[in-house]
């Protein structure tokens, strides 16, 4: 089973930054892992879980709402994906989540394994 924990939300000012991480643990055995590809997502008050960002063995990919403001990476062992926001605007307040799956999605349902959440508040 894979355990994923996130870290590094908070609360920040128009325009500010800030940096999620995303910690994977218990990958399971075998040639295909179940963290090959990672994601991040984000659930504002009364609105659906939307894509944020991916990355996997072919690359990074982003909702237009966040290109060029926001930067998924991950470490070479590939347990731990960062999320580095910024120039951050009200509108990206919510709780961003980490997902993990053998392949790249942009559903949210097609994700195997989820973290807890954290909450990112963005002042005007």
């Known amino acids: 089973q894979v355990r994923l924990v996130e870290s590094g939300g908070g609360l920040v000012q128009a325009g500010g930054s800030l940096r999620l991480s995303c910690a994977a643990s218990?990958?399971?055995?075998?040639?295909?892992?179940?963290?090959?590809?990672m994601g991040w997502f984000r659930q504002a008050p009364g609105k659906e879980r939307e894509f944020v960002a991916g990355?996997?063995?072919?690359?990074?990919t982003y909702a237009d709402s966040v290109k060029g403001r926001f930067t998924i990476s991950r470490d070479n062992a590939k347990t731990t994906a960062y999320l580095q926001m910024n120039s951050l605007k009200p509108e990206d307040t919510a709780i961003y989540y980490c997902?993990?799956?053998?392949?790249?999605?942009?559903?949210?349902?097609?994700?195997?394994?989820w973290g807890q959440g954290t909450q990112v508040t963005v002042s005007s």
């Open positions: 990355v996997n063995w072919s690359g990074t």
């Open positions: 218990g990958r399971s055995s075998g040639r295909t892992t179940s963290t090959s590809a």
């Open positions: 997902a993990a799956s053998q392949l790249f999605y942009r559903e949210a349902s097609r994700y195997d394994y």
